[in-house]
């Protein structure tokens, strides 16, 4: 037997089938016949006849639902955009917010990448959505429901002026920003990281430590460097001279400094002289202070205070001693 409730719910399919087909017969044409007339493109008018289908959805919806219908759309956006970099290899991420909704604290969609990307950019993440509204709410200023009404007007875009007001200087010191950055992120593994630019020895708290930094440029922020030596430090970054690098790794492209140490040849020269004078060479014999045969055991080398002007005669001791009889090697006795 077959429920009533079966009933209408076949009752309700058989009556959104006749709708579409209405809709796709009766809309259709109707929407062909105003592009002729208009002289505009058919899609133009099937995409603004979607957007005044959807504003009314949204408009007529009440808060929650009307919040509930703009989170399904945003999700789909976002997952579009996941299966376009999934295929193309297109990397992107949305950001929305409701401007006039004060417990919207926005949206944030896109690829795993590009969302990454957001939230470890500097003002962006969770301050950046709100000063996004403010910029929304001070840009658009006041606005009412009746401009959700739907409407077949095409969509302006308000130009931006933040882009014309920006100078080359400005340009490339934020070019080194995300440069710099995204090195340093890329080499400690830490997405939070951020450049020292004064105080570059800190940077060791992120296990990476900074070579190859420009001579010439003081390790300053670069808002306060010239043009010239922001220059340098990007020219620098993407040749590779100048890089982070793990603690302890044996990478430092800096020029090794001069060792300290350098042999004297003059002097090396003035030394073996002076041991000419107390050595001689034709005595082989162990000599103690008084003379004779020594009965200790000999050293190789004795104090050189010892020996004197005075004392250098063949009757004085000699600063050398070596056994004609036993040599001492490594602790061992050879006779």
Known sequence: ???????????????????????????????????????????????????????????????????ERIQDALRSVSQTLETLAAMLSVQSFILA??????????????????????????????????????????????QTSTALMPSFSAPTIPKSKSKSKRTPASLLKSEVYTAVRAALRKASGVRTAEMRWKNQ????????????????????????????????????????????????????????????????????EENASEMDDYVNYDDFSISGPGGGDATGSSTLLQDMSTGSEGSRGASGPSPFFVSSERSTCGGLSEK
């Not at 896109?110 to 950019?121: H, Y």
């Open 97 to 142: 917010i409701d401007p006039l909704d004060p417990f919207d604290e926005g949206f944030l969609g896109g690829t795993t990448t590009g969302r990454e990307f957001w939230r470890g950019l500097r003002g962006g993440g969770a301050p950046g959505a709100l000063a996004f509204k403010d910029h929304c709410r001070r840009s658009c200023g006041p």
């Open 201 to 268: 020895g800190s940077l060791e708290t992120y296990g990476v430590r900074l070579v190859g930094w420009p001579a010439n440029v003081p390790m300053q922020n670069p808002s306060t460097l010239s043009s010239t030596q922001t220059s340098q430090i990007l020219n620098a970054l993407n040749k590779g001279t100048m890089q982070f690098l793990p603690i302890g790794s044996f990478g430092d492209l800096s020029p090794p400094a001069e060792s300290p140490y350098v042999l004297d040849t003059s002097s090396v």
């Open 1 to 67: 037997m077959v429920s009533g409730q079966s009933i209408a719910n076949e009752k309700d399919a058989f009556f959104l089938e006749r709708l579409d087909a209405f809709i796709d017969k009766t809309l259709f044409d109707a929407m062909r016949t105003f592009a002729i007339r208009e002289q505009r493109p058919l899609e133009q008018i099937k995409r603004y006849v979607a957007e005044s289908q959807q504003k009314y959805l949204f408009c007529s919806a009440g808060s929650s639902d009307k919040r």
